[in-house]
């Protein structure tokens, strides 16, 4: 049941879900991963960090627990510790190798050093080429190596893949918005809210991308959406109160 709530974009429900779960069974590692991947979702860093110590705990050669950490450190700003705890899953061979891969390849990046994040996103890739997010990684890593087409190229496969993964369709909206293929992004957006309509992020990417192409009626009724689905976000209201300056009000 959480996992279905985290595809519709019910976060606070699946938390619920999970909580419940691991309160029945507290050293169930796949419940642990799964909530610690809501967390990481949320950004709840430091909750999915202790999470991942405890799967750790219970299951020290379970590979997932070395992929929660290091991607919850990554996010937290703790990169070059998140590589570290990535090898060292790496190193157990037990398998999980291509989110590995992914999360050293997002960690290699966030340190600078793009050569080796390409490296790890190729290994993530040859590990399980229908891996949504060693596709992921490895597209972020030849953005930061400026290969833009090659890294277009990887999301748009990605959505090929995973038609209605929120997060590549995200990344493949934001690479649309940068090159002017405004209505493809758009097209995106929309397919988002379609998934979870009340999502606040895709809410306030349409406001912009409205603002963009001069459609500020629209672009109002996105962002008054995406204040009103996520109070506390200092971006979501700066974006509906410069629409608001634009009208004088």
């Excluded at 999470?51 to 070395?66: H, T």
């Excluded at 992004?185 to 990417?205: C, G």
């Excluded at 204040?227 to 410069?242: F, I, K, P, Q, R």
Aim: glycine fraction near 6%.
């Amino acid at each position: 049941v959480g996992a279905e709530m985290v595809a519709l974009g019910q976060f606070d429900e699946a938390a619920d879900m999970f909580e419940r779960a691991l309160a029945l069974r507290p050293e169930n590692v796949d419940y642990m991963y799964a909530y610690g991947d809501l967390l990481v979702e949320t950004g709840d860093y430091d909750a999915a960090l202790a999470l991942a110590d405890r799967m750790l705990r219970a299951s020290p050669s379970d590979p997932r627990g070395y992929e929660l950490k290091a991607r919850a450190q990554v996010f937290n700003g703790s990169s070059n510790a998140a590589i570290s705890v990535a090898l060292a899953g790496i190193d157990l061979g037990q398998g999980y190798r291509a989110p590995l891969y992914a999360t050293l390849s997002r960690a290699y990046v966030a340190v600078g050093n793009y050569t080796d994040a390409v490296d790890a996103g190729v290994r993530a890739v040859e590990n399980d080429p229908n891996s949504v997010e060693a596709r992921l990684a490895y597209a972020n890593a030849l953005n930061f190596f400026d290969l833009r087409d090659e890294a277009l190229a990887e999301l748009e496969y990605a959505v090929s893949i995973a038609p209605n993964n929120t997060g590549v369709l995200f990344d493949l909206a934001f690479q649309y918005l940068a090159r002017n293929r405004d209505q493809e992004a758009i097209d995106l957006y929309d397919r988002i809210l379609a998934l979870q309509p009340r999502n606040a992020r895709a809410n306030l990417w349409l406001c912009r991308s409205y603002k963009k192409i001069g459609q500020f009626d629209r672009a109002m009724g996105y962002c008054t959406d995406s204040v009103a689905y996520n109070d506390t976000s200092a971006s979501d209201h700066y974006e509906l109160g410069t629409l608001h300056y634009r009208d004088y009000n």
